[in-house]
Nanobody
Framework: QVQLVESGGGLVQAGGSLRVSCAAS????????MGWFRQAPGKQRELVAG???????NYADSVKGRFTISRDNAVNTVYLQMNNLKPEDTAVYYC?????????????WGQGTQVTVSS
């Protein structure tokens, strides 16, 4: 049974930083890609950042230059470092993983962690 458990969300002022983590049960080598989605109230879910097993990354335009995704295979954890946070970054952030990088669908989802940015 694969589980993705997020942690590190919270409340931060605009301009501040926060790092959210995602601990995966089992080896992350089973996942060719992992990433972070977010969903704000009344808005569509958005893929914020993704990273492949080879280390290639991609970002939504709205977070480029501010967010960094990384992974530590030794501890089966993916991180999202968020800098220069803006109120519009407020959302529930979900960790995701998929077995095949080419697949459109994400196979596993975490429960989500709330990130709130105050102005």
């Amino acid at each position: 049974q694969v589980q993705l458990v997020e942690s590190g969300g919270g409340l931060v002022q605009a301009g501040g930083s926060l790092r959210v983590s995602c601990a995966a049960s089992g080896s992350m080598f089973n996942f060719e890609a992992m990433g972070w989605f977010r969903q704000a109230p009344g808005k569509q879910r958005e893929l914020v950042a993704g990273i492949t097993s080879g280390g290639s990354t991609n970002y939504a335009d709205s977070v480029k230059g501010r967010f960094t995704i990384s992974r530590d295979n030794a501890v089966n954890t993916v991180y999202l470092q968020m800098n220069n946070l803006k109120p519009e970054d407020t959302a529930v952030y979900y960790c995701v993983a998929k077995r095949r990088a080419w697949s459109h669908d994400w196979d596993y989802w975490g429960q989500g962690t709330q990130v709130t940015v105050s102005s």
